[in-house]
């Protein structure tokens, strides 16, 4: 696989990316290097990576738990604090290698800190190899309301070494699918039938693909002003669904695919009822990824708690909620008005 050129970084493919970042670390000079993990990419990923870090600099690992709970201002403060204790300078460089959570927050970490430091993402998730580590976009939650603190920055390198997929759990692999269906449902339809057929679990090709095509659209919109609002397809209900999980004890908290392949089914049907999109279709999305995802079960109780966190999606303006939906698939609509009872419809449909 070829290098992708992002706006102001390079995307290496596979092991002889590692050379390209033993040649950065070389040419910057940086004072130390800090990599960031949790306790599950400090066990199943730091000792596939290591080996091929080629330097004399100080390297010191920071680990923090595991968890969506943990993306928050406290874990922040945490690390801001070990990086001033291990004596990290603006010259050092943070690596983030993990999945979604250590790569948004990460990020934010590093653009922050002494007013930013570099950082290279080394994604070892599905999920952060296809959306997570690309674009630019770091981030913290604010309780459970999703990347509500954060900014655009971008990472010196991004490393893409689909070795690391060998260390998932199934679920995880799932997780990162949602995501792949999102591009393919709003992009390239074409990635669809490769999602079928990906159960050999070979996702070099989709992970290039998938890449390719967020890279295509970050470049034409950085600041997600327009186009690059197609990216949240299923995201408006989806990061409700799994805030609300998340936030009830009673509930089993959900990956963030799962939560947004819920959010695709529904913003299907509410397409099909709104814009154009045929209701066949919409019955074939469905049937896709609930071939790949496990039904959940959500209650007529759990409607309206959803609905009132829709009120903080990121791309609300006036107190309005601004869905993106599908006058077909390869076609969205952007900022579209949804009444509530239309939502609680398609709550109901996915329940079907």
Known sequence: MQTIQASTYPVHFQKDSYKEL??????????????????NTMTHCYSKFIPFLDTDTRIEVIEIEPGEEFKNLQTSAGVWNALSELDADRKSLLITLG????????????????????????????????????????????GVLKNQIGLFSNPKMVIVDTDYLTTLSD???????????KYGLTY????????????????????????????????????????????????TIGHAIESYFLENPNKEKLTHGEAISIGMICECYISYQLLNLQNKKVDSAKELILSIFDKVQILAEDFDPIIALLKHDKKNVAGQVNF?????????????????????????????
């Open 171 to 181: 679920r995880e692999v799932r997780s990162g699918m949602a995501e792949i269906i």
């Open 99 to 142: 999945g979604g959570v250590i790569t948004d927050l990460g990020g934010f970490i590093a653009s922050t800190f002494k007013r930013g430091i570099d950082f290279v993402n080394i994604p070892t998730t599905l999920l952060s190899m296809v959306d997570a580590s690309v674009g630019g976009k770091t981030g913290i939650d604010l």
């Open 188 to 235: 390239d339809i074409k990635l669809l039938q490769e999602v079928k057929e990906s159960k050999n679990h070979n996702f070099n090709d989709l992970v290039f693909k998938s890449i390719q095509i967020k890279n295509t659209v970050v470049l034409e919109d950085p600041k997600e002003n327009g186009l690059r609002k197609i990216l949240n397809f299923g995201h």
């Open 324 to 352: 993106v939906l599908l006058n077909d698939f390869e076609d969205c609509q952007l900022d579209c008005k949804v009444p509530n009872d239309l939502i609680i419809e398609s709550l109901e449909y996915y329940n079907s």
């Open 22 to 39: 033993s040649s950065l670390i070389k040419e910057k000079a940086y004072s130390s290097l800090f990599i960031l993990v949790d306790e």
